[in-house]
């Protein structure tokens, strides 16, 4: 797959797919003429990452092939901040965009706090027939629909083919496989088995639902973080850590995991479809084809990773909501889930789209579609995003030792009750 896109490539292909975006819709800021032309400025928040921000951005402009006189004003905004400066951007209203990329985590939370605009009726019904069932999931609130999914995602086992055949060692199918194949390689190389990012909690997720439990039920309204699963999966995590198969870091966790892997000083890391271009990049990857990708390893209960990926959203206080609904139509029309897939290999949340040639080449994305249709959906809830920040306190003390995994465990509950007012 290549890494780049160029520039007139790129052009010429999305112009056929901005010809599908409608441009005779008329939203309530002016934002149309008389004879429904779109017009004026569409500002897009993007949280992609460094290997990624390119292509959107060119992806982005090229919008205005059949929109001329609509400027795309791209900004890229690091993931890690982004949901606090879109909150504090809607609030005020103040330089907010009209446009944002929100973590699947995230719309729920917008929503209730009545920060974007319902999706025009026909495309909510587009998005219910011809998207990922899974996907459509999180773009709603309450039965209506706020943002159109992007890209889907989750989480696997991302190996160095060369450093485990060395080895003497397949990918690892259970934690306690993990265990044998670290002391393998370790053996034999003197590298490390596993970089377990150990400062953010997303990465706790696959070892709570790997012995079966979850971090809420919200039919029941009761937090489970705390229960027996729960203290099973921060000491599964810390045992990958104290027995040496794995190491980890309590700041920079991207940038660690990636160079450690990247570099071979750690023959597999747990990362997602986003990771791919980046990894490449990496001395131990200029064969691409040393890149392999298996299933999360499975805990006591289970294999289990969750659900991720990107919701595209308008702002309901934007000047020019027409021309920001027929952005987001584009973005995540057929053709550009296609050329993302295709250079980039996100999954696209088109059914159709997994039919393309394109798709269908991209080895990543085919590893990576079965996955997402095992991952577990999290709860679609307001809380949601909210419940990561404490999380990952207590996951961190909890992986590098500051504190027990029984401690880390009640800790984390309380704070969840903290935040999910009237729950178990």
């Known amino acids: 797959m290549r890494r780049g896109i160029a520039a007139t490539a790129l052009v010429a292909t999305l112009a056929l797919a901005a010809t599908a975006c409608g441009g005779d819709t008329k939203g309530d800021g002016g934002d149309t003429k008389a004879g429904g032309e779109l017009s004026g400025t569409v500002t897009w928040w993007d949280t992609s990452n460094d290997a990624e921000k390119a292509s959107f951005q060119k992806i982005a402009e090229a919008f205005t092939a059949k929109h001329p006189k609509v400027t795309v004003k791209y900004v890229n905004v690091p993931y890690g901040d982004a949901q606090n400066k879109v909150k504090n951007a809607f609030s005020s209203g103040s330089e907010a965009p009209d446009v944002i990329r929100a973590d699947v985590g995230w719309v729920a939370d917008f929503a209730s706090l ?105 039919k029941t309204k009761t937090v489970t973080v705390d229960n027996a699963a729960g203290v099973k999966a921060f000491k599964a995590a810390r045992d990958l850590v104290t027995s040496g198969a794995a190491i980890t870091n309590a700041t920079d966790g991207w940038t660690n995991m990636q ?13 997602g479809p986003w ?20 299933p999360v390893p499975a805990g006591s209960a289970k294999a289990g990773a969750p659900q991720g990926g990107h919701d595209l959203a308008v702002y ?21 889930q296609v050329q993302s897939a295709k250079d980039l290999s996100l999954l696209p949340t088109r059914t159709a789209a997994y039919e393309q040639p394109d798709v269908k080449a ?24 909210s419940l990561f920040e404490p999380l990952k306190v207590e996951y961190t003390k909890a992986v590098t030792g500051a504190s027990s995994p029984e401690d880390a465990a009640k800790a984390a509950g309380v704070e969840f009750r903290k935040i999910l007012k009237g729950w178990k």
Not at 260 to 266: C, P, R, T, V, W
Not at 316 to 336: D, I, L, P, R, W
Not at 372 to 380: I, L
Request: glycine share 8%.
């Open 259 to 271: 160079t450690a892997f990247k570099s071979g000083e750690a023959a597999m890391m747990i990362n």
């Open 114 to 218: 009545g920060y974007l605009d319902e999706v025009p009726a026909d495309t909510a019904k587009k998005i219910d027939a011809e998207f990922l069932p899974q996907a459509a999931a999180s773009g709603k609130f309450e039965g209506k629909t706020y943002a159109v999914p992007q890209v889907i995602d989750t989480l696997g086992l991302f190996y160095n083919k060369k450093m485990l055949a060395d080895a003497g060692v397949q990918p690892p199918k259970t934690l306690e496989e993990l265990k044998t194949a670290a002391a393998a390689i370790k053996a034999k190389t003197g590298k490390t088995g596993l970089y377990l990012r150990g400062d953010d909690s997303y990465w706790f997720l696959p070892f709570i639902y790997g012995e079966g439990g979850d971090l809420v039920d919200a």
């Open 362 to 385: 991209s080895e990543m994305v085919q590893f990576f579609k079965p996955a997402v249709d095992k991952a577990v959906e999290r709860a679609w809830i307001p809380e949601n995003g």
């Open 316 to 336: 309901a206080g934007s000047k020019n909501t027409a021309a920001a609904h027929a952005f987001v139509e584009y973005m995540t029309s057929q053709e550009v």
């Open 275 to 294: 990771a791919v271009a980046d990894s490449y990049a990496g001395d131990q990857f200029k064969d691409k084809a040393n890149l392999g990708v298996a």
